[in-house]
């Protein structure tokens, strides 16, 4: 593994840092105010990046993409979480698993959604099955050529925006050695089909202004054009394709940090008590000692992970490890950050209150903490016949 980065990704993150701080950095202090990213607001956003040539970076440029590898695609994901999530996510990277249309799917959403004419969201968790994918309620029956689907999903990240959803739902029934099993299918919902409602979610203290909605399905008729992938396949199309959104997770993390670590370690320098700067205090440089530290490991094994992606080598360990470890790693530096500043790091005028407060939903989505330690603890034992 090449530790240094080429020209090409030096530019990547340069450019889009750039764009982060110039258009996106002024925007926060609104929608933290309000809770919302006006319609026009998103456009524009979506408008300026398209312009820019870095729309829909991760998808092969077959498809319109930007056909950036998996590790040059991190790099730009570390500097996305540095902004407020509601700005970031007009900057549309399509989910992956859209690459598994058909010809006839990839014209209607795939292309499109390259194209930055149409947005997906995902639906997969409901309030009797997070992290049991195998445990949903929400189910689909065949009525000749078509499905019924009845069930509801929820926390789904801005559905709200969503022009479509890929949505996953119970199909069948199967024995296994833990009795019986859900198969799952997914499927492709337009907004507005007759049966399919999105709703307002909860009010989250983290992600001020990124909506999670409620997905309802009352007999909601589905030709079997829309199934995304083989029918009762949804699970392995999962696995396939969904695993790589937990190193998002972990990239966003990691430029979050940096973010919190840059505004600590400025008012360690700056903030004079005793006659000198803190930051000359052992309480105040052991604490940026041990959070530099920890933000180049998370960073580290974030980006060995992606390289193991494109060297197609496994790496459901190393993407489990660097989500746990990038996840629990932002709510420490975010919390020493606070605590470097004081009272000040609590109050609305600096940006710190609000990663500490949004730090707190990174160990539950995309998979919990307990779930990745579940994953890696697997892999270890696995190979040992335990």
Not at 16 to 42: A, N, W
Not at 243 to 263: I, N
């Given at each position: 593994m090449d530790f240094a980065l080429t020209s090409e990704q030096q530019m990547v993150v340069d450019t889009v840092r750039g764009f982060v701080e110039r258009e996106l950095y002024p925007l926060e202090e609104e929608v933290e105010r309000t809770g919302r990213v006006p319609?026009?607001?998103?456009?524009?956003?979506?408008?300026?990046?398209?312009?820019?040539?870095?729309?829909?970076?991760?998808?092969?440029?077959?498809?319109?993409?930007?056909?950036?590898?998996?590790?040059?695609?991190?790099?730009?994901e570390r500097e996305l979480g540095r902004p407020s999530m509601a700005l970031s996510v007009f900057w549309g990277r399509p989910s992956g698993i859209l690459m598994a249309c058909n010809e006839e799917q990839r014209q209607r959403y795939l292309i499109p959604s390259a194209r930055g004419e149409r947005l997906d969201a995902l639906a997969m968790t409901e309030p009797a099955a997070g992290s049991d994918v195998r445990g949903m309620q929400c189910t689909a029956r065949p009525d000749g050529s078509d499905w019924i689907i009845n069930g509801s999903k929820h926390f789904i990240s801005h559905a709200d925006l969503a022009d479509f959803v890929i949505v996953f739902v119970a199909t069948a029934e199967e024995d296994s050695s833990r009795g019986p099993k859900k198969r799952i299918t997914c499927f492709l919902v337009d907004r507005g089909t007759p049966g399919f409602?999105?709703?307002?979610?909860?009010?989250?203290?983290?992600h001020r202004g990124y909506q999670n909605c409620i997905l309802d399905f009352d007999d909601c008729r589905l030709p079997?054009?829309?199934?995304?992938?083989?029918?009762?396949?949804?699970?392995?199309?999962?696995?396939?394709?969904?695993?790589?959104t937990r190193l998002t997770v972990a990239a966003m993390c990691v430029g979050r940090a940096r973010r919190a670590f840059d505004l600590a370690l400025a008012h360690a320098a700056e903030r004079r008590q005793f006659g000198q700067p803190i930051g000359r205090f052992q309480g105040v440089s052991f604490k940026l000692a041990d959070m530099i530290t920890e933000i180049d490991a998370a960073d580290w094994l974030t980006l060995g992970a992606a390289w193991r992606l494109d060297a197609s080598l496994p790496?459901?360990?190393?993407?489990?490890?660097?989500?746990?470890?990038?996840?629990e790693m932002l709510a420490r530096v975010t919390d020493e950050a606070v605590q470097i500043h004081g009272g000040?790091?609590?109050?609305?005028?600096?940006?710190?209150?609000?990663?500490?407060?949004?730090?707190?939903?990174?160990?539950?989505?995309?998979?919990t903490s307990e779930i990745q330690r579940h994953i890696i603890g697997r892999d270890l034992l696995r190979p040992l016949g335990s």
């Amino acid at each position: 593994m090449d530790f240094a980065l080429t020209s090409e990704q030096q530019m990547v993150v340069d450019t889009v840092r750039g764009f982060v701080e110039r258009e996106l950095y002024p925007l926060e202090e609104e929608v933290e105010r309000t809770g919302r990213v006006p319609g026009e607001v998103g456009e524009e956003i979506k408008r300026k990046v398209i312009e820019l040539g870095f729309y829909a970076p991760n998808l092969p440029e077959e498809v319109g993409g930007g056909g950036l590898d998996r590790l040059t695609f991190t790099l730009l994901e570390r500097e996305l979480g540095r902004p407020s999530m509601a700005l970031s996510v007009f900057w549309g990277r399509p989910s992956g698993i859209l690459m598994a249309c058909n010809e006839e799917q990839r014209q209607r959403y795939l292309i499109p959604s390259a194209r930055g004419e149409r947005l997906d969201a995902l639906a997969m968790t409901e309030p009797a099955a997070g992290s049991d994918v195998r445990g949903m309620q929400c189910t689909a029956r065949p009525d000749g050529s078509d499905w019924i689907i009845n069930g509801s999903k929820h926390f789904i990240s801005h559905a709200d925006l969503a022009d479509f959803v890929i949505v996953f739902v119970a199909t069948a029934e199967e024995d296994s050695s833990r009795g019986p099993k859900k198969r799952i299918t997914c499927f492709l919902v337009d907004r507005g089909t007759p049966g399919f409602e999105i709703r307002p979610g909860y009010d989250s203290v983290s992600h001020r202004g990124y909506q999670n909605c409620i997905l309802d399905f009352d007999d909601c008729r589905l030709p079997a054009e829309q199934v995304l992938g083989e029918v009762h396949g949804g699970f392995d199309l999962a696995n396939e394709w969904l695993y790589a959104t937990r190193l998002t997770v972990a990239a966003m993390c990691v430029g979050r940090a940096r973010r919190a670590f840059d505004l600590a370690l400025a008012h360690a320098a700056e903030r004079r008590q005793f006659g000198q700067p803190i930051g000359r205090f052992q309480g105040v440089s052991f604490k940026l000692a041990d959070m530099i530290t920890e933000i180049d490991a998370a960073d580290w094994l974030t980006l060995g992970a992606a390289w193991r992606l494109d060297a197609s080598l496994p790496a459901d360990r190393e993407i489990a490890s660097a989500k746990l470890y990038a996840t629990e790693m932002l709510a420490r530096v975010t919390d020493e950050a606070v605590q470097i500043h004081g009272g000040m790091g609590l109050m609305s005028d600096l940006p710190l209150a609000r990663f500490w407060r949004d730090a707190r939903v990174e160990r539950i989505w995309d998979g919990t903490s307990e779930i990745q330690r579940h994953i890696i603890g697997r892999d270890l034992l696995r190979p040992l016949g335990s």
